[in-house]
C-alpha cells in the first residue's frame, strides 16, 4: 500500500456524502480500475467485486491504495466500508475459483518446492491462473500441476522453490571457484 495516501479533501467527503446518500441499500457504484462496491447499510459499503486484483507493477496509486482512500474518505462522514468479495478480475479476466475445490492443495509434480492453494477471494491476495498446459508459476515446466486446477486461479507458495533456487546458486558459485 502506499504510504503516502493524501488526504480527502472538502470536495473529496461533499462529494462522498452527496453520492453515497442518495444510493438506495443495494445500489451499485463503480469505481474504475477498483471495483464494485454495494450499498450495504445506512452508512456501509461493501466492496463486492475487484477489478484488476494482481498487483501491478510501476504503477503508483494501486486499486488498494485506492480503496484504502475510499475508507480514509468514508471514515471521514462516519461510515463504514465491509470487503465481501464476491468476484474478482485480473486485467479483463474473471477469476475462476471453484467453491468445491477451496481448501485443496497440491505440489508440483517436478518437485521444484512449489505448494498451490485454492483459496477463496480476498482483497491484497495475488492469485495465479494454471494454464492449458498445467505448467507450474515457479520452476516453468509444463505437466507439472494437477489436471484439476487446469484453468483454476490458485495462490502459490514459492518457498520451497526460492530455498531450492537459493541451495541452486550458492552450489554453482561453489563449483565456479574450485
Known amino acids: 500500500m502506499q504510504e503516502n495516501i493524501p488526504l480527502p479533501t472538502n470536495e473529496d467527503v461533499e462529494w462522498a456524502y452527496l453520492l453515497w446518500n442518495s444510493m438506495t441499500i443495494g445500489g451499485l457504484w463503480t469505481l474504475p480500475n477498483v471495483g464494485i462496491y454495494e450499498r450495504t447499510g445506512e452508512q456501509e459499503l461493501t466492496l463486492i467485486?475487484?477489478?484488476?486484483?494482481?498487483?501491478?507493477?510501476?504503477?503508483?496509486?494501486?486499486?488498494?491504495?485506492?480503496?484504502?482512500?475510499?475508507?480514509?474518505l468514508?471514515?471521514?462522514?462516519?461510515w463504514k466500508i465491509e470487503e465481501k468479495v464476491k468476484r474478482a478480475y485480473d486485467h479483463d479476466l474473471e477469476i475462476n475459483i471453484p467453491d468445491d475445490l477451496i481448501g485443496d492443495v497440491s505440489i508440483c509434480?517436478?518437485?521444484?518446492?512449489?505448494?498451490?492453494?485454492?483459496?477463496?477471494?480476498?482483497?491484497?491476495?495475488?492469485?495465479?491462473?494454471?494454464?492449458?498446459?498445467?505448467?507450474c508459476p515457479c520452476c516453468g515446466k509444463k505437466g507439472s500441476v494437477e489436471d484439476e486446477l487446469k484453468g483454476i486461479h490458485v495462490v502459490v507458495d514459492d518457498a520451497g522453490w526460492l530455498l531450492k533456487e537459493s541451495r541452486l546458486q550458492l552450489k554453482k558459485i561453489i563449483d565456479e571457484e574450485e
Open 74 to 78: 468514508a471514515d471521514s462522514i462516519n
Open 49 to 72: 467485486e475487484i477489478h484488476y486484483s494482481k498487483p501491478l507493477r510501476d504503477v503508483i496509486s494501486s486499486p488498494f491504495d485506492q480503496h484504502h482512500w475510499i475508507m480514509i
Open 109 to 135: 509434480k517436478s518437485k521444484c518446492g512449489a505448494m498451490f492453494r485454492v483459496e477463496p477471494l480476498a482483497s491484497g491476495t495475488k492469485y495465479s491462473l494454471i494454464d492449458e498446459a498445467t505448467t
